[in-house]
């Protein structure tokens, strides 16, 4: 279900029919609009809403009132007609005063990519640090919006209850929110502290750790799966994994590392999660190589590749060791336009994009086994800097 930054909305229908916009400016990002909003679909429908419309608008600059223009504004009002819309959903982050602008002219309940993103995390949080992360997140998203909370009591002026004690609801309602962020703050630097002292006690065991880095829905869950041989949820969904998870892998001749699956990675993705999952992502400091996994089958390959470098340069760890892995491998074709189908034929195949840079990045297809031996064996020369032995 979707959630909007607004918490009252009992009388949401079971499922919201949503109608996608996006904007095609100057600032082109990594992805095309249309790519952009094929994955916006995929993250609507993954908040469990479906998709009953989208549009495209080309400006130079985002409209500082509408971020589409007025015009635009109208045709997508007049699209409700056909879609019956019950909701608008826009394919980047909207100022807090061009959603409530949005909100008035099109009288439904619209969102960005970040409320949605936002809200997807909220429905997967589940260990009390990711629900303290998300939490976070949602209210520093909302702390700047909180004037349209209260619209509904601006209107109402003079109206007993609405104002407080020498301040107005909404003053009050800031501070309230402020105070509840530094609480969520401190809580998260304690779940943070044992982190750090659980990863204290693993370096002193000196077992090199491997995190997993990627665009969401790579596969990274499944690799873990695959090279732990533990059940690791994955699924068919964008941010199906959200908390840390570490398991122990061992190669055939007893050499071990741990892996660390970690949230994916995706465009746009809000600042307020980035810096709310610091604690999550704290992980990937401490880890000795990081691995990206890339879907290899994606469209949108090189985008997401670049997205995830990107990220990773953000977050501070340009300088890490990576090896990058090339996941889906069952799902390419080989030169001559036959499917690859069995663990040799991933050899043949020839991949032209930047996350393929030639000799270091390996093809694998987690679900099938495929490349693993020659993953375990190209991670165990990486950490412990000799050929295993048993290969
Ligand atoms: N065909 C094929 N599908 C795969 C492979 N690896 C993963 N998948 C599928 O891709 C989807 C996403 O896999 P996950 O392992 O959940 O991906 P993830 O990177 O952990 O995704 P998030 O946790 O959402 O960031 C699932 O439906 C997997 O079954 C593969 O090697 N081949
Ligand atoms: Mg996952």
């Known amino acids: 279900m979707v959630r909007g930054p607004r918490r009252s909305n009992k009388t949401a229908p ?27 679909g995929r993250l609507v429908r993954t908040a469990g809403a479906t998709v009953v419309g989208q549009t495209v608008q080309k400006r130079e600059h985002p409209d500082p009132a509408t971020y589409i223009g ?35 002219a099109l009288k439904v309940k619209v969102l960005d990519r970040s409320a949605l993103i936002l809200d997807i995390f909220a429905s997967r ?36 209850g609405s104002r407080g004690p020498g301040e107005t609801q909404l003053e009050t309602d800031r501070r309230l929110i402020g ?49 732990a041989g533990v059940d690791v949820f994955a699924a068919d969904a964008l941010f199906a994994t959200l908390d840390p998870l570490t398991r122990r892998v061992s190669t055939p001749d007893g050499q071990t590392f741990l892996v660390t699956d970690t949230v ?22 401490s880890a000795d190589l990081l691995l990206h ?38 799902g390419l074709l080989l030169p001559n336009g036959t499917p690859v189908s069995s663990e040799s ?20 297809s987690a679900t099938e086994g495929w490349g693993l031996d020659a993953l375990r064996r190209r991670l165990t020369l990486d950490l412990y800097g000799e050929p295993d032995s048993a290969y």
């Open 293 to 330: 996994v890339v879907d290899a089958t994606s469209p949108a390959i090189d985008a997401q590749y670049a997205t995830v470098m990107q990220t990773v340069q953000d977050l501070g760890l340009g300088d890490k060791s990576m090896l990058t892995v090339l996941n889906k491998a069952d």
């Open 345 to 364: 034929d991933i050899a043949k195949v020839d991949i032209v994009s930047p996350a393929h840079d030639g000799e270091d990045a390996l093809l694998v």
């Open 70 to 104: 007025s015009g635009k504004v109208q045709e997508v009002q007049a699209a409700i007609e056909e879609t019956d819309y019950t909701l608008v959903v826009f394919d980047e982050q909207l100022s807090p005063a061009q959603q409530l602008r949005l909100e008035s």
């Open 179 to 227: 105070l509840h962020i530094s609480r969520l703050k401190s809580q998260i630097k304690d779940v943070s502290r044992q982190r750090a002292l659980h990863r204290r006690r693993r370096e002193r065991d000196g077992v090199p750790v491997i995190a997993l880095v990627g665009y969401t829905n790579a596969g990274k869950s499944s690799l873990l799966r695959a090279l």
């Open 264 to 285: 994916g990675f995706i465009q746009k993705l809000p600042t307020q999660l980035i810096s709310a999952f610091r604690a999550t992502l704290e992980e990937l400091e």
């Open 125 to 160: 949080a589940r260990t009390r640090e990711a629900v303290l992360q998300v939490e976070l997140a949602q209210h520093e998203y909302l702390l700047p919006r909180l004037r349209g909370q209260w619209q509904h009591l601006e209107r109402l002026e003079g109206a007993i």
């Open 14 to 40: 079971s499922q919201e029919r949503a109608y996608l916009v996006a904007l095609e400016h100057g600032q082109r990002g990594l992805m095309s609009s249309d790519e952009s909003l094929r994955e916006l």
